[in-house]
């Protein structure tokens, strides 16, 4: 990218309408027109209009309004080509009841929820309803909506194919379910918020660890159904284990934009208001005396957040969690978190052992963060050279630049350590005392256990 392109306005323009606007636009539009396919054909096409009229006529003053009003009009085109499909003419009437006549682009609707809420009828598989509603509201392309199920793009977009089409022909309102239809909503709607924020507290891709606008967005969406569920511990617990992770975001990389771990994050750069807002949230939550997993997720954030410093971290209780949390969700990925808690309370071979277990290896196959703890725990135990390959692995497996150059980093070190370890092995074999010869290498792993406990 050249130097004068990224101050381009009309480019500026349309990046700040994708990272802020988009979602609650194409929200809108979906609910006027009650079709996903229409309505995203007709926000693409007032985009490529904007690529050629704002260039000319100048950035509107209010860039989403007018894309707004030129969609409304691109929708309408669409619909008359097509004037012959009954279901388009259903559109038709519904476009001209919601439109009215009038030219003027009315402020945007936040029908986010809504949104969220018809992705999530139960008549769609949760699969399809996390998956469909990270593609609409979060603007997430299909790889990375796929990345987050650890599955193929075409799987996924099969997947969404069938719940546009789900929704299409069973007539699902568009709308926020009456109260007594909410909690069996109520799972899948936290389900989409969380793989929202975490796609964006560790973008799939792009150059930046943190994707802002997604961690935001995902804060505000839970504060409207806790608004909606107020006695509701799980949303409740949801926010606070949010909010943990989020105050974090100042601290999770250096001046170079590369990620710093937790164990070595300067915790006086975490946002104490965050902080609180989640311990507040997470004893709301509590209180209720109802545990689930989202409780039991905030109460491991909250065992981190308490912990002054790295090494004064209670990892015995966070892996008691994990045990209960496993009751809930025995998935691949908290067993995955379990042994990394596991490395810290005992030792990098206890949790090594977790992680090569067979079963669990072939589930995370392609996931980046398997090979990434695998990668760490080996460097831990000072097995440099496995360490190496599987850290390669994990690059391999991620789009995100800067969790490569910290990975790059990673190897950079391993190298020197390798380098140092052969000196030792030089210099032992030179003595010609055998038992000399093994002791350096337990020795070094020692201390790295020590470090980290």
Known sequence: MSADHGSDPVEEALESFSRVDRGRVLARLIGVVGDFDLAEDALQDALVAA?????????????????VTTARHK?????????????????????????????DAEPIADDRLRLIFTCCH????LEAQVALTLRSLGGL???????AFLISPT???????????????????????????????????????????????LSPLGTELVNVDLCDEALRLIAVVIDLLPSEPEPLALAAMMYFQDSRRDARVDVDGIPVTLEYQDRSRWDAAKVAMGLSLFDRAR?????????????????????PRSERTDWASIVRLYDLLLEW?????????????????????????LVDDPDLASQLASYYLYEATRADLLRRSARWDEAVVAYRRAREQTGN?????FIDQRLSTLAAEAGRAAQETEVVSSTGTGAAKSAGPVLRSSQIQNRTS
């Open 51 to 67: 690529t050629t009229t704002w260039p000319v006529n100048g950035v509107p003053g209010n860039p989403a309004g007018w894309l």
């Open 141 to 147: 392309s299909t790889e990375e909506v796929a990345k």
């Open 329 to 353: 969700e025995p998935t691949a990925v908290v067993r995955l978190n379990r042994a990394v808690a596991v490395a810290m309370a005992e030792s990098p071979a206890a949790g090594l052992a």
């Open 122 to 125: 139960p008549a769609l598989s």
């Open 287 to 307: 209180r209720t005396g109802r545990p689930g997993p989202y409780v039991l997720k905030a109460s491991i954030g909250a065992v981190h957040v308490k912990a």
């Open 155 to 201: 799987a996924l977009a099969q997947r969404i194919v069938r719940a546009k089409r789900k929704i299409r022909q069973a007539g699902i309102a568009y709308r926020v379910p009456p109260p007594a239809e909410l909690p069996q909503r109520l799972a899948a709607v936290l389900v989409v918020i969380y793989l929202v924020f975490n796609a964006g507290y």
């Open 75 to 103: 929708v309408v085109d669409r619909l008359r080509s097509t004037a012959a499909s009954e279901r388009r003419q259903r559109a038709w009437g519904e476009l001209a009841i919601a439109w009215g006549t009038g030219e």
């Open 401 to 405: 630049e800067a969790e490569r150059r």
